[in-house]
């Protein structure tokens, strides 16, 4: 039965069939993989993905839609379909069951994107690997780097802890309902070993958002009120850079240089 597709769940329904196909093979997913899907929707990318993998978790928040997904998949028993808010499963749980790194892959409700790319973040070491079809602009923000017009403190944020890479762009009309932008499908890859340790990880945080709070101001005036002039003098004569740099200026090994400085002052 037809259900009108409901706005606060972001649901845009993907029914191209040639791009679905393409998102299943750019997975490369094999047997022995365990994914998670972030919202199966009507199942029209699980239709392509659950053929492949040792097991998939279809997490999908819309009670609505549970029993039809059941109906469809109902001879699929390394399917398993959740009733769930994603940000609420236990990963770890999943992992520790399989004893195997996880594969999380969705058309992901745009309006959740952020606390998404959060909670995989939180709980990157349950997941190998992270594929995502998003907002354009919202992988652009992601994958930006310093000088680019979207890099900002969700750019450090992720790219922190991560890589992303757009795979391909999808247009809009792939969609049902047409959202009114395009969309890119990303793969996010973990790194394996970080650069700061846990406090000084929290002082790079408060350094990117502070900085870009205000991201027209010099990057002196942005962060006058979280770390003395003094400190920031010295990090231009340490690393040459210019006295009037913008935020969007700082690379992330900049901002990283000046969390080590700040960090060496504190004891
Ligand atoms: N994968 C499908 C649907 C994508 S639309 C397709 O490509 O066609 C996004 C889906 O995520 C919708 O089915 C929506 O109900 C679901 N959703 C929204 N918020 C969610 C949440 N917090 N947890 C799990 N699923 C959610």
Redesign the pocket.
């Known amino acids: 039965m037809y259900k009108k597709p409901?706005k606060r769940?972001?649901?845009?329904?993907?029914i191209d069939k040639n791009i679905l196909q393409k998102i299943s093979s750019a997975s490369n997913i094999t047997s022995p993989d365990i994914i998670v899907e972030?919202?199966?929707?009507?199942g029209?990318?699980t239709s392509f993905l659950v053929a492949f993998p040792e097991k998939i978790y279809a997490?999908?928040?819309?009670k609505d839609?549970i029993q039809e997904l059941k109906n469809k998949f109902s001879g699929c028993r390394n399917l398993e379909i959740i009733n769930?808010?994603?940000?609420k499963v236990n990963l770890k749980e999943i992992f520790d069951r399989h004893a195997k790194k996880i594969k999380i892959i969705?058309?992901?409700?745009y309006n959740?994107s952020s606390p998404i790319i959060e909670f995989v973040i939180k709980n990157r070491e349950f997941i190998d690997i992270a594929l995502f079809t998003v907002q354009k602009e919202f992988a652009q923000r992601l994958t930006a780097l310093s000088g680019s017009k979207l890099y900002g403190s969700l750019s450090c944020f992720l790219q922190y802890y991560a890589s992303a890479v757009v795979v391909f762009q999808i247009s809009r009309s792939c969609f049902r309902p047409a959202p009114k932008v395009d969309s890119s499908f990303i793969r996010v890859d973990f790194k394996k070993e970080l650069p700061l340790n846990q406090q000084a990880e929290e002082k790079f945080f408060e350094l990117t958002r502070s900085s870009f709070n205000q991201r027209r101001k010099t990057l002196r005036n942005s962060l006058s009120k979280v770390i003395s002039q003094d400190l920031l003098e010295e990090f231009f004569k340490i690393t040459k850079l210019d006295r009037n740099i913008r935020p969007e200026k700082m690379t992330i090994e900049n901002y990283l240089s000046l969390t080590r400085l700040v960090m060496s002052k504190k004891y």
């Open positions: 409901k769940l972001g649901q845009n329904f993907l972030i919202g199966p929707g009507n029209e990318l997490i999908e928040k819309d839609l769930q808010d994603i940000l969705g058309n992901i409700p959740i």
